[in-house]
């Protein structure tokens, strides 16, 4: 392996750590080597906080050695002041030789301006290492930046009969189709997110909460359809356990194509995320508009014979993995992030 892949491949892994606290920042994973040696890492911290570059030189004992320096980063870094001050600055500063970059940020307020300034007080700047998969790393905030909406993820389970919910049910809260794991898994990703969708027959018939209930970490913003407002306010998703945002007819025009409208709100309101939890109707409205990054599709291992039909998705299967008896696949729509 390339020596520059090496440690490029390093600071994405240590940039997941910031998945679901960084956002709307990129989730950055930088590394300083002198002399072939790690002497300072760092990822990008909660939103509000330090940047990756700054984590890392912070985390040098002997900030001498920084002179004979490299510093690896998954993304360009910034050259403005934001919540934090110019990361671009800081390297300057300690005057480290040498910076490999993993891909150009295309944030208006970047979009080569760090790298300019870097170079422009000497520093040696090499871009485009593992370049793809940096692109694929930060994908959630190139969607955001390039596309002007959240990067958007599907999600549903289904029997092995292809229902999502049966004919009929007594009680108000959801009949699983997967096991607790599946369903711990979900909860995972909730965290990951920074927001979670679902319509209005959704709420009426299961009452989530639509909450990490099952894995450690932050609460999605709960984003509701709810046309009318008819939707009771003792329901759980207006609960004080997370902010929840309604659609309705005030903000949104039913009789035109939905999922756009959607993106253009939560665009607007920060969000780079989202994963859409349905019900049917909700999901093909995603579909039909060809407005979806992901699907994440859950097979179960029980029948229903007759209910609410599962959506049908087509794209590139990423991959099927068991979860004991519960089968998941991961779909991608081919919408590359990195492109307008």
């Known amino acids: 392996m390339k020596i520059h892949e090496k440690y490029i491949k390093r600071c994405i892994e240590i940039g997941k750590n910031g998945l679901g606290t960084t956002a709307p920042n990129p989730m950055v994973g930088c590394v300083i080597v002198h002399n ?3 002497i300072g890492e760092g990822y990008t911290s909660p939103y509000g906080g330090n940047h990756a570059e700054i984590n890392a030189l912070n985390s040098v004992e002997d900030k001498s050695l920084l002179k ?3 510093l690896y980063v998954t993304l360009e870094p910034c050259s403005h002041f934001g919540k934090t001050p110019p990361c671009s600055d800081a390297i300057i500063r300690y005057q480290i030789p040498k910076v490999v970059i993993g891909t150009i940020d295309t944030h208006s307020k970047v979009a080569g301006k760090g790298i300019e300034k870097l170079k422009n007080a000497g520093c040696e700047v090499l871009v485009g290492i593992l370049e793809e998969e940096c692109k694929i790393h930060h994908k959630r905030f190139f969607t955001f930046h390039n596309k002007k909406r959240p990067y958007i993820i599907l999600k549903w389970a289904e029997t092995k009969d292809g229902f999502i919910a ?3 049910k007594t009680e108000q809260k959801p009949v699983w189709i997967t096991n607790e794991i599946s369903r711990q898994l979900v909860h995972k990703w909730r965290a990951e997110e920074q927001s979670i969708l679902v319509g209005t027959n959704t709420v009426v018939e299961d009452n989530p909460s639509l909450t990490v ?4 970490g932050k609460h999605p913003i709960r984003v509701v359809l709810d046309k009318n407002l008819k939707l009771d306010t003792t329901l759980n998703v207006f609960n004080n356990d997370a902010e929840t945002i309604i659609l309705s007819d005030e903000n949104i025009n039913f009789e035109q194509p939905l999922a756009k409208q959607i993106c253009a709100i939560l665009f607007q309101k920060d969000i780079n995320s989202v994963i859409v939890e349905g019900g049917r109707q909700t999901l093909q409205t995603f579909i039909d508009e060809n407005l979806w990054d992901e699907a994440r599709m859950f097979v179960g291992n029980q029948m229903f014979q007759e209910g609410t039909k ?4 087509s794209g590139k299967l990423l991959s099927e993995e068991h979860i004991l008896e519960d089968i998941l696949r991961i779909y991608d729509n081919g919408l590359q992030c990195q492109k307008t």
């Open 68 to 70: 004979q320096s490299t």
């Open 310 to 313: 599962a959506p049908i998705v």
């Open 36 to 38: 072939d040696n790690i």
């Open 166 to 168: 049966p004919k009929s």
């Open 213 to 216: 209930r099952d894995w450690t």
